[in-house]
């Protein structure tokens, strides 16, 4: 059997859908959408056709003007970007955070950690508290809405309702939840939002932030007056093809997926035989495609490895870009000790992952874990 990658939520594949509609673009020739001739205005229009597919996937018409999509580089650069226009804010963040936040606004702003419980879920008496007694009279509540290490779904739209109740912005990394379940940002009111095209089927390199259209944030890149002098920088159109094409698809395709990932997640868990096993947040919502196991006394690391030797790619919660294993802020902040941190790994499935690639992993993960 080929490599089995159990590893989406880092990187998935690139849907091959997605692939054609950036081949052909490559295959057009030079796009630059700042210029004005014939090619430029092609990229322009390209990129107004991304923005278009991108708003039908978040339930908003980019026509009503009432949110818009500024095009950054990565998830990282549209959460880092949010944050930054609030630096003179009081902000509240989830203390599970993704680190692009987490040590963004840790380093820069005035922030404030909201605990979550033993299942990750974030603890709304301690935000409503926490809320009201800041002195600040503007302040941002940032919560993601899927973890990446657990997939645990927070409560957003009770959260934004608390956040909105205490006149406070209200922002949510999607980056995980984006293709795997729905999420319609004005029905749940949110200000802004981060998503990623690497995580639903585009390509590495286009992200974007999505924000109510009434906030006026400053760019945090500066030089050509690209993204309406939000963002600065070439567009990168190929990749942003990517998202717009790869948001298409996963409007059409998320329920099937989410259905069969759920499906392959529960036979995964249900094949683990080792008794001291467990799920994280296994009695809480979770995506579809996320299982984080803790198996104590099993070293993470030496569990990748013994995987990695039989073909199967998966990882630890939180891998810094050495590739070295860092302690999990997120299961800390649950209340896990250290051996149980330093045991977990996290398989991720995709949209592509087949019955025999969890059926395989099961039998191997059980021949390692005993
Ligand atoms: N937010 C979450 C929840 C993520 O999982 C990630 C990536 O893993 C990011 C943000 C950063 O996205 P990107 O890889 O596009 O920088």
Not at 75 to 92: C, H, K, M, P, Q
Not at 115 to 141: E, M, P, Y
Not at 215 to 226: T, V
Not at 241 to 270: D, H, T, W, Y
């Amino acid at each position: 059997m080929n490599n089995i990658y159990l590893d989406h939520n880092a990187t998935t594949n690139i849907h091959p859908k997605v692939l054609d509609a950036m081949h052909d673009i490559a295959e057009y020739g030079p796009i630059n959408p700042s210029s004005i001739h014939t090619s430029g205005q092609k990229g322009k229009a390209l990129l107004e056709e991304s923005r278009k597919l991108l708003s039908s996937l978040l339930g908003f018409s980019e026509k009503r003007r009432d949110y818009q999509i500024i095009f950054t580089s990565s998830g990282t650069e549209a959460n880092n970007f949010v944050i930054s226009n609030f630096l003179d804010y009081d902000i509240f963040i989830s203390s599970t955070e993704h680190v692009s936040i987490y040590e963004y606004s840790k380093r820069f702003g005035n922030v404030h950690l909201i605990k979550v419980n033993r299942n990750g879920i974030l603890d709304l008496d301690d935000l409503t508290l926490k809320l009201k007694n800041s002195q600040s009279a503007t302040k941002l509540v940032s919560v993601m809405l899927a973890n990446n290490e657990t997939g645990i779904i927070q409560p957003i739209d009770r959260i934004c309702q608390i956040a909105h109740e205490h006149d406070a912005l209200m922002h949510s990394d999607c980056v995980q939840a984006i293709g795997k379940i729905n999420v319609d940002i004005s029905e749940l009111d949110l200000d802004f939002i981060t998503i990623s095209g690497h995580k639903f089927g585009g390509p590495i390199g286009a992200g974007a932030l999505i924000t109510k259209a009434q906030h006026h944030l400053r760019p945090m890149i500066i030089g050509g007056g690209q993204e309406k002098s939000l963002r600065a920088g070439t567009e990168n159109v190929m990749a942003i093809v990517g998202l717009g094409i790869a948001s298409q698809l996963a409007k059409e395709e998320m329920l099937n997926r989410a259905l069969k990932m759920n499906k392959l997640k529960s036979k995964l868990e249900r094949g683990i035989t080792s008794k001291k096993a467990k799920i994280v947040g296994a009695n809480v919502q979770r995506l579809p495609n996320t299982s984080l196991i803790i198996n104590q006394g099993k070293k993470s690391e030496l569990q990748i490895i013994s995987l990695d030797l039989k073909g199967i790619s998966v990882s630890a919660g939180a891998a810094c870009s050495s590739g070295k294993l860092m302690e999990s802020h997120v299961l800390s902040a649950m209340g896990y000790n250290k051996q149980e941190m330093d045991s977990a790994i996290r398989v991720s499935l995709g949209f592509n992952t087949t019955e025999q690639e969890i059926d395989e992993f099961i039998k191997i993960y059980n021949e390692i874990n005993g």
